[in-house]
Structures are given as C-alpha cells and as structure tokens.
C-alpha cells in the first residue's frame, strides 16, 4: 500500500512538473503599448546602474538628464539594471525606492514611465519587491518586470533579465545571496526565455528593433563580455537582424560595432559609481568608443533614422552614433 501511495506521488509530482513546463514554454512575453508622436518619432533616456541615494553623482548625472529630457521632449526612460545598490531593494517598503529614485529624478521632462529589468544587484536583495506593483502606487512612473516588450510600432524593445544566465551567481556566489524565486531551475528558465525572445523577434514587424540587459554581450570594460550571452543570447540576436542591445553592468559608456551583423552593441551603465580605471585588453574588436566616467544615453527613432547619443556628467556630448534605413526597399 506504500509502495503504490508512493507511486503515486511520484506520477503526479511528474505530471505537475510537465504541465507548469508547457505552460511557460507556451507564454508570452508581456507587451506594453507605448505610442509616438504626432510627428512619428519617439525619443528616451537610457540609464544603468544608478540608485545610490545621490551619491557618486547621481543627482549631477539626474539634473543633467532632466536637461536632456527637455530638450528632446523624451516618451520614456529605459533603466537598464542595478537599481539600488548595494543588495536592492530589502522589500516594497524599503525607503531606499524614494530615496535613490522618486526624490533624485524630480525635473518634469523625466515624469515619464521609466521602464527597467533587474540587475545582479537588484537580484542580492528582494527582487520580487521591484516587480511588486505596491511600487507603482508609490510611483506610478515605476515599471519593472524580469522580461516583457515595449512596442511603439515603430520600435520594439525587447527587455531580457540576464541574471540568471550567468553561471557564477549560481555556482560561485560567494558571500552573496541571490533571490531566485520566480526562476526555478535555471536551465529551464534560460531555454524558455530564449525561445520567447526568438519567437517575438521572428514575429516583430517593427521598424527598429532594440534588445535590453542588464549585463553587456560586448564590453572592453571591467566585467568584459558575458560568456552566457555571447554564447546563448547573440547567435537570437544576429539571426533575427536587431538593430541595437543596450546594457548596463560596467559602470562606463561605450559603443562597440559588432563584426559579425549589423548589431551596435551601446552601454549605459554610468547612472552614479563610476571612474573603475580598469578595461580589458584582450578582445577591443569594433571599438568605437569607452568612457569611464558616470552619464547616460540618448536615443531619437525615425521611420528613417537613429540618432543615439552619450552625456557625461555636465552634459556635454561625448559620442554619436547615427544609422539610417531606406524608407522604403530598392525593387
């Protein structure tokens, strides 16, 4: 009678098991609407790496980007990950939330929805509490999910959580502990979410299409590129012909052209702590630029143009980058 209660269990455990796996292999990524102007074009401010209760230049690095904002009459401001150092948030109630966001990007033209992924640090505390939707009530500019898509029509931005993908969180944590509810097994949550973000990048009709994460593909900055993603993520990527991956993680500014596709590789992860000192020398194919320094990033879509710039801490223009596609194909 043991025997076959035990038994028992065991086939439903396995039946469970199979039924929450075809359930999440058969979700979607989560689509917000977000339109364009009258004129067609669309406009944000891209940061990483930012939520040190001002300090570190934060608060410069914000009035700046409020400056910017204006200028451009931004829709949006995309984060890029590591919102609240050092270990996230501790829970919705943490005042860290006011206190390195609500009361740091207080300039009018940066009261647009802020839509952001987690980051390895954002991980070491309570992620669930970012993703909470008790932030919003909070804040309401406050939008944050693992992945999810931001569709303009014109663009769409695919926003990846590329924690999990990376090995040593799991394996060699050291003294940090990571909140992994919400993943369950890594290798099943990694082929699940790459399988969602291929079958939406196959699927995108788009005009421009964007990919978000914390963590860079490319980067001659202190952490380098990401095994993981140059490995699992990139090969999505070239295949499905993307324009742009925007990263945070290396607290620095840069831009590097990949060699194999079409694919600027842009990060953003200067929002506060920077000036490491440090880059790698061993791959620094397709460098087109790297600042140490804390800023952010600029971006303004067309039907027919891209234009994509970098601010330091006093606003001025470090780097520019323009691409153009044909309004309509050559016969």
């Known amino acids: ?49 930012w939520g040190r209760r001002g300090a570190f230049n934060q608060s410069q690095v914000a009035f700046q980007m409020g400056k910017v904002g204006e200028k451009l009459d931004i829709d949006f401001v995309v984060s890029t990950g590591d919102n609240f150092y050092d270990n996230g948030l501790t829970s919705y109630h943490d005042n860290a939330f006011e206190e390195s966001f609500t009361k740091i990007y207080t300039a009018k033209s940066l009261q647009k929805q802020w839509y952001s992924v987690l980051g390895n640090h954002d991980y070491r505390g309570d992620a669930e509490a970012q993703l909470s939707p008790a932030l919003r009530q909070i804040d309401s500019r406050w939008l944050c999910l693992r992945s999810f898509i931001v569709d303009s029509e014109l663009v769409e931005i695919f926003f990846v959580d590329t924690t999990p993908f990376v090995d040593e969180y799991f394996m060699e944590p050291q003294k940090h502990k990571y ?16 399988k969602d973000v291929d079958l939406a990048l196959r699927e995108s009709t788009a005009r421009w299409k964007i990919v978000v994460g914390h963590h860079a593909i490319r980067s001659v900055g202190h952490h380098g590129d990401t095994p993981e993603l140059v490995n699992q993520l990139l090969p999505i990527l070239q295949a499905n012909n993307i324009d742009f991956y925007m990263n945070g993680h290396d607290h620095c500014l840069e831009h590097i052209s990949d060699t194999e596709s079409p694919i ?27 600042y140490d320094g804390q800023g952010f990033m600029s971006v303004k879509l067309t039907l027919t143009d891209a234009s994509i710039e970098f601010y330091d801490v006093f606003g001025n223009v470090l780097h520019r980058l323009t691409s153009s596609k044909q309004l309509h194909s050559s016969m």
């Open 179 to 194: 909140d992994w509810r919400g993943i369950g097994t890594q290798k099943l949550y990694i082929t699940n979410l790459l």
């Open 264 to 290: 600027e590789f842009l990060t953003s992860g200067a929002g506060s702590k920077a000036w490491r000192g440090d880059t790698k020398q061993m791959n620094r194919r397709g460098l087109n630029f790297f």
């Open 1 to 49: 009678m043991a025997d076959i209660t035990m038994s028992s269990i065991i086939i439903i455990i396995i039946i469970i098991s199979f039924a929450l796996c075809v359930l999440y292999a058969s979700a979607e990524l989560q689509r917000f609407a977000h339109s364009t102007k009258h004129d067609g074009s669309l406009s944000f401010l891209v940061l990483g790496d």
